[in-house]
Structure formats: structure tokens, C-alpha cells
């Protein structure tokens, strides 16, 4: 639920009762659904709700001090500069806010830890994504690089003997601690997945290619407890992996992320690019 200064509510129950104050996630979330939407073939009046959202939303992402606000606005305002190519505020836009991003990056990033942040946790491979897409919209090569280095500390962190071990949220990561292993979460192996794809269109690298292919079988067994994930009857995703095995819960989060996931594999075959 968008608020009238353009920020957004995250909880909102059926009685339409606002259950926590403006969320960082959901704002960027929101942008970079919007974004994509606007630059989609939905109907011309959703198109022009997502722009009118868009618009009133995307300053409150430059003020936020989440590295994931500003990846998901990068990742929307890639798509909304698709849709509207003649507005010169957008390239400004994603500019300035790629800039942000990369100052995150000088500022905590070390020889052994090449992060935004002193920690890793949740929705990770988004940060590198976004920037291969800036880079792709400006051509600064910086964004390349730093997209590259971040993306290649994530895969070195979450590829353990070939198999896909994305951070656990009991804990996350701190910087010189100890990572943990479990809960692992959809949403990671689906971030993971577009952030190799981009990788791999952008630079030709075919090894970013494989990655995502073996991120995928992440969902079909290819894992540690050597659970599928994705559910054949219901067509939804469960909810992650635990010690015990996996989570058999199914949240919108856990099935749209398997979704996103296999739609940008698919896209990969259709492409005529296979491994």
C-alpha cells in the first residue's frame, strides 16, 4: 500500500488494518515491479498505475541507506528506460543510483570480503544483478566490474563441491564468522539465477550459464538434503530447506521465485543457448 508521500506499507491485513511502518524491501520490491510492468503488455490502464506509483515512489530510494532498495529500483528503472526512452530523467536516475551502489561496495569491500555490506543475508545475487543491468543501460564500466566481483564472492561463497548452498537466514553472514547453512530460501537460488543470466548475455561467459543451470537443479534435488523443492501437484515451491529436510510450507514467495526462476531458465532454451 503505497502512502501519500510515495513510501509504502509492507503488512496489511484483509480488514485492511496496516500492520508495521514503511518497509525498505517493499519499496524496492515495489519499484521493480512497476518498472517491469510499465514496460509490459498489460493493459494500458495498469500501465499507467505503474507508472503513477513509479514515479511517486522512486525518490525514497535514493534517501534509503538498503543496498536492496536501490538494486530493485535499478532493476525497475532498467525496465521503465526501455518503456520511455526519450525521458532524460531516467538515465540520470539509474546513474546516480549505480553510483550509490558502488559506493557501498568501496566502502566495506576488502581482498577477502568483495561486498556492499560487512555481512551477507537475503535476496544477495539482486546487488550484482542490478549492476550488470546498469552497465547495460549506461555502458560505465565500473558497474561492470563491481557486478562482476560481487557476483564472482557469491559464487565462490554459495558453491560448495558443485552443488548451490545459498546463505542461511539463522544468522546470516558476518564478515569473519561463521555462515550458516540453513534456512535456505527460494528467493536466493531465484536472484542467483538472473544474476548469472545477465552475466552471461552481457559478457558471453558460458560458465555463468552452467551456474545457473546447476542454481536451478537446486529446486529439483540438486541439493544438500536432496529434496525437490517444487511441488508437481500444486505447481507451487516449498518454502525452503532446513535440517531436517525441506519446509512444507508453500508462501507466494517461495512459488514466485521458483516461477521467476524457471521463466528466465526457459529463456535461456527459447534463446537458443543451451550449456
Known sequence: MQKPDGAFYNLMDSNLHIHDDTSDDAQGRVLWACGYA????????????????????LKWSFVSSSPRIKAYALKGLHYYKNAFPSDPNVPSNLRALAEQLTEMYNTHCSQDWRWFEPYLTYANAALPQALFLAYESTGKKEFLNVAKETLEFL??????NGIFVPIGNKGWYNKGGNRPVYDQQPIEAAHMIEATSSAYYLTGDKKYQKIAYVVFNWFLGKNLKGVVLYDRATGG??????PEGSNLNQGAESTISYLLARTEIEKMAHLGKPI
Open 155 to 160: 559464487i565462490k561463497v554459495q558453491m560448495i
Open 38 to 57: 510499465v514496460n509490459s503488455n498489460i493493459e494500458v490502464g495498469s500501465r499507467r498505475l505503474a507508472k503513477e506509483i513509479f514515479d511517486k515512489g
Open 237 to 242: 515451491c516449498f518454502d525452503g530447506i532446513n
